[in-house]
């Protein structure tokens, strides 16, 4: 028998389709890891019934229902220990890890930005915000950065960017589907290349 598959948790606050391209991924043979846990911010996120339909298991982690951030903090550690995952996939997860999370997880939890960090990134850059600020400044090119998490947003080691041309027609919902393409064919790979550097 080979080693066993090392354990993912995806991170999540939205849609999903990030996670539903891991779990397609992972289906079709092209994840290294299984996918163990899927954490979300919220109980209203579309891409908790993408891990309900794909039988993974899901952690609601309001952070705000905490009596304290520490608190908040080992209550996350202690699912992840109990799931016993190995590396943390953000797929649009818009909270700050806690350097409790990082510290435990070193190296090992990778984040998707929708443009070519070390533009349009930081507090608030999220979501349509980032397109529309690339439109706004007349970029011919965006694209997608995978990059590892440390403590502060969008700031860990590249991994690797993926290039997409920005048209002169372009509005911020056309380029932030061109860019979301990318996202979910790379995703797995940037994973899979972290899984084998780390092994
Ligand atoms: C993606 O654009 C990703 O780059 C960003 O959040 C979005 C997540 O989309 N971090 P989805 O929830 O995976 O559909």
Redesign the pocket.
């Known amino acids: 028998m080979g080693k066993p598959a090392p354990k993912l948790a995806v991170f999540?606050?939205?849609?999903?389709?990030?996670?539903q391209a891991l779990i397609d991924a992972r289906k079709k043979g092209k994840l290294t890891a299984e996918i163990a846990l899927v954490v979300s911010s919220s109980p209203q996120t579309g891409?908790l019934s993408r891990a309900k339909n794909a039988d993974i298991p899901t952690f609601i982690f309001e952070e705000k229902k905490y009596p304290s951030q520490p608190v908040a903090t080992t209550a996350l550690l202690d699912k992840l220990k109990e799931h016993m995952i190995d590396y943390i996939a953000?797929?649009?997860?818009l909270k700050l890890i806690a350097p409790e999370i990082i510290a435990a997880y070193p190296d090992k939890i990778i984040?998707?930005?929708?443009a070519l960090l070390p533009k349009y990134g930081g507090k608030g850059m999220?979501?349509i915000r980032v397109h529309e600020a690339v439109i706004a400044a007349h970029e011919k090119e965006s694209g997608?950065t995978f990059h590892l998490v440390d403590e502060k947003y969008d700031h860990g080691r590249i991994l690797k960017q993926i290039k997409v041309p920005v048209y002169e027609d372009d509005t911020p919902e056309l380029l932030?589907q061109r860019?979301?393409k990318e996202?979910h064919k790379h995703y797995p790979i940037v994973i899979n290349n972290l899984i084998k550097e780390k092994t």
């Open positions: 999540i606050s939205g849609t999903g389709t990030n996670l891409g953000n797929a649009g997860y984040n998707i930005h929708p999220y979501g997608v932030q860019i979301l996202e």
